[in-house]
């Protein structure tokens, strides 16, 4: 796995099938069109309705609250959720992994169910988690997991399950070194994406930079590596609040490597005292910012409840791109929250409609409207933020 960054509808539509009973997708066209209606007229129709869909709970099946949380914060993702309602994703699927297409298909089941699904409903995820640990074992049985390790491993399973690179091409070990640092980040974005291209990575995958700076000869070197999440360590303050910002200023401070730490730098041809620093380069549409709440220790794990601050709207992040950048500009729409302890805690999400834009609890089966004002809290483990666009801005 990554490292933590560390790398026009008709009038009268056709009758349908109940989408509850089987909402397998089928590889023929006129399928997918239907459904594909279908849903269109259930999104309308609640535009101009007080019942808004995807309001739906998942039933905990064990210890699953975890799986819930990060479902929940995903099926509010709009483009993710019009990838999966609208079976856009059917034409990515890899012919060539015919075994291996069975946790997107169910992953798109279920989102489907949970937006046309009363609000009062919950649904079983049974069938999807079936899917989840035949891709990941790791996820085998009902014992507490950690969301964030799921949100990542559900990511690349669905990643590579419609990644539109058929045939990878041999890795190229031509040295980019020699070029300026924009035109090195494009080719190394260039590489990447001949390798790793779906939808699921148009939307959560950006670009981070590491520079390398050696403290004997000056020289600096650079790498540019793709990142679905940063996970961002919080500052221990003695007094006063700590806010995302402080977090953020803190995974890009500079940092430096001596003793063991050291790296052996290109120009010297020796290990020598350096510093590192981290930037953005390429931001994403969809941010996923993991706070470092817990932390291994001899003994046991423990956990940080310090309360961080964030910014529910326009956070811009401009001060952390390692080049000029014009649309640096970030919103909240999901949170994925762990409250308790390490030896016994549970997971909830609170998160935004892209229907109504109003917020919502969701705690497993139980889903029930909240206050924006109550969104911040000690809890926040995972934090969703989607790129503004800039007229919304203006």
Not at 169 to 196: C, F, G, I, V
Request: proline share 5%; glycine share 4%.
């Amino acid at each position: 796995m990554r490292d933590s960054y560390t790398v026009t509808l008709p009038e009268e539509p056709p009758a349908l099938p109940d989408l509850h009973k089987d909402l397998r997708p089928r590889t023929s066209m006129p399928g997918s069109l239907l459904v594909s209606t279908f849903v269109g007229l259930v999104l309308n129709k609640t535009k101009s309705s007080k019942a808004v869909q995807g309001l739906t709970g998942l039933r905990n099946l064990g210890n699953t609250c975890f799986m819930n949380s990060i479902l929940q914060c995903l099926s509010n993702t709009k483009e993710l959720r019009d990838y999966c309602l609208q079976n856009q994703y059917l034409r990515d699927l890899n012919n060539n992994s015919r075994m291996r297409t069975a946790l997107m298909s169910e992953f798109a089941k279920l989102i489907q169910l949970l937006w046309t699904s009363s609000p009062n409903d919950s649904v079983s995820p049974s069938e999807f988690k079936t899917q989840i640990q035949r891709y990941a074992p790791r996820f085998v049985g009902y014992n507490q997991q950690d969301a964030q390790e799921f949100l990542r491993f559900l990511l690349d399973g669905l990643h590579s399950e419609v990644n539109r690179v058929l045939v990878r091409p041999r890795a190229s070990t031509d040295t980019l070194d020699h070029l300026p640092d924009d035109e090195k980040s494009r080719q190394m974005w260039r590489r990447y994406q001949e390798r790793e291209d779906s939808r699921i990575g148009d939307l959560f995958v950006g670009q981070l930079k590491s520079s390398l700076t050696c403290s004997e000869c000056g020289y600096c070197s650079t790498a540019f590596d793709p990142f679905w999440d940063l996970s961002l360590p919080i500052p221990k303050k003695g007094y006063g609040e700590v806010t995302l910002m402080d977090c953020l200023r803190l995974f890009t401070k500079e940092d430096v490597l001596d003793g063991d730490e050291k790296p052996t730098c290109c120009r010297c041809k020796a290990r020598t005292r350096c510093t590192k620093k981290f930037s953005i380069q390429k931001f994403p549409k969809i941010l996923v910012l993991h706070l470092k709440r817990f932390s291994e220790a001899r003994i046991r794990t423990s956990k940080l409840t310090t309360f961080v601050n964030f910014q529910l709207k326009d956070l811009d992040l401009r001060e952390f791109a390692s080049q000029s950048c014009n649309h640096t500009v970030y919103n909240l729409y999901a949170v994925s929250n762990h409250s308790g302890t390490t030896m016994g805690g549970h997971y909830t999400a609170y998160c935004k409609s892209p229907v109504s834009s109003e917020w919502h609890s969701f705690n497993d089966s139980r889903v029930t409207p909240m206050s924006s004002s109550h969104i911040r809290s000690s809890d926040a483990y995972l934090l969703f933020y989607e790129l503004a666009s800039p007229s919304s801005r203006m």
